[in-house]
């Protein structure tokens, strides 16, 4: 056998565009407007973050993390024109998570965004990555979410808990 014949995952579109905080909403907000943008397709799962897992997220962003910041789209005939409605893929719980804290619905380290944050704007490296494909078929897409939500395997939180033990053992040597 050589790699080159394995079964290959479905190709990526490629367009792709950096979305800081100030324009996460616009962006959304347009694209509803333009191709009916549906950010809920029956193929996602329930919103499923609670709140402290969401918390927990946007800290993470904030402090610099660099992973989970590529929200995934679909728009068939997407760079020539959208041929139908262009569909959330990959990022419903991240994009949940930020939109409650930019609406001030969630605050992280205790304080809330518009309230008590006097730099209202995040650093740059806070951003977003919105990729676009370009798939035709509903059958291509259903595939495609597969392919992009079925490879990993959460941490427990028993796995998390070995490793916060281990910190502490390793803090007092």
């Avoid at 290959?8 to 009916?36: A, M, N, P």
């Avoid at 059958?139 to 990993?152: A, D, I, P, S």
């Avoid at 959460?154 to 910190?167: A, G, M, Q, S, Y």
């Amino acid at each position: 056998m050589r790699f080159r014949d394995l079964p290959k995952f479905t190709q990526w579109g490629h367009y792709e565009t950096d979305v800081d905080w100030d324009s996460l909403e616009y962006q959304l907000e347009r694209w509803i407007e333009h191709y009916s943008l549906d950010l809920d397709p029956d193929f996602q799962r329930e919103h499923v973050w609670d709140e402290e897992r969401q918390i927990k997220y946007v800290e993470f962003v904030v402090q610099g993390g660099r992973t989970g910041k590529q929200i995934i789209f679909n728009c068939p005939g997407w760079q020539g024109r959208c041929d139908g409605q262009m569909v959330l893929v990959d990022g419903k719980q991240r994009i949940q998570a930020i939109r409650r804290f930019l609406n001030n619905e969630i605050k992280i380290f205790e304080k809330y965004f518009f309230k008590d944050f006097e730099d209202r704007r995040p650093p740059h490296y806070c951003g977003f990555k919105f990729l676009v494909n370009n798939l035709e078929k509903r059958e291509q897409v259903l595939k495609w979410y597969l392919e992009l939500n079925t490879g990993g395997i959460v941490h427990t939180e028993e796995e998390i808990e070995k490793v916060k033990k281990l910190l502490e053992k390793e803090k007092n040597l």
